[in-house]
């Protein structure tokens, strides 16, 4: 099991523009997420999504969406990057029921110029 | 809003000795904690969780304790080895939430 994947691992990009960061997990969990961590602060929840095909808000939405393309798979996408989005994403996924741990993936490191 | 927090961003310990890390949480509704480790560079890594029908919980040199009255929570990590190094955060779950609310993080320091 690779458990949780992320790509890329590392990314520069120009203000205004836009990318994806893939996340994909082996372990046929229902539950995904994307976090987001700055600098001297905890995870910050962007989106998640508790089952395939279904999608909801978190603590920090603006400027992204995502989307689940199936049970393994949940992206992120900047449509516009701006410098306040320069960060460290997770995603992370879990089993639903009353299992309620989260496993993490390595993180994609984003600067926005 | 309600949070989860932590008492001290830093502590540095000797080699050898036990670590204690602190957190606060405010919200008497939370059902289920967690503490994850993530060291420099990687993800989050599981150590240890607890729900809120327990007090205590132990596992491989680490223990967990839950203190429901005062809203705490705490993990110690026995004999500390420089391989714990890294920065700790606990999370607390809201009673019938999908997610997780972290802490800022401490971060804990070995000294040889």
């Known amino acids: 099991n690779a458990g949780v994947t992320q790509t890329p691992k590392f990314q520069v990009l120009k203000t205004g523009q836009s990318m994806t960061l893939q996340c994909a997990q082996d372990m046929n969990h229902n539950s995904m997420y994307w976090y987001r961590q700055d600098p001297g602060m905890g995870l910050r929840l962007i989106y998640y999504?508790?089952?395939?095909?279904?999608?909801d808000k978190g603590e920090v939405p603006n400027g992204y969406n995502v989307s689940r393309l199936n049970k393994r798979e949940f992206s992120l996408r900047l449509e516009s990057a701006a410098p306040s989005q320069t960060s460290v994403y997770f995603c992370?996924?879990?089993?639903?029921?009353?299992?309620?741990?989260?496993?993490f993936g390595p993180g994609t490191r984003l600067l926005v110029l | 809003g309600e949070s989860v927090g932590l008492h001290l961003p830093t502590l540095s310990v000797q080699e050898g000795d036990n670590s204690i890390i602190n957190c606060a949480y405010s919200n008497s509704a939370s059902d289920y904690f967690i503490w994850y480790k993530q060291e420099s560079g990687k993800g989050p890594q599981f150590i240890i969780d607890i729900r809120s029908n327990m007090d205590k919980r132990q596992g491989q040199r680490v223990t967990v304790l839950l203190n429901k009255t005062v809203k705490h929570l705490s993990l110690q990590i026995a004999a500390t080895q420089p391989g714990d190094s890294a920065v700790y955060f606990c999370a607390e779950k809201y009673q019938g939430a999908q997610k997780l609310v972290f802490g800022q993080g401490t971060r804990l320091t070995i000294n040889p």
């Open positions: 999504s508790a089952s395939e095909g279904t999608t």
């Open positions: 992370a996924s879990k089993i639903s029921g009353s299992k309620e741990t989260q496993y």
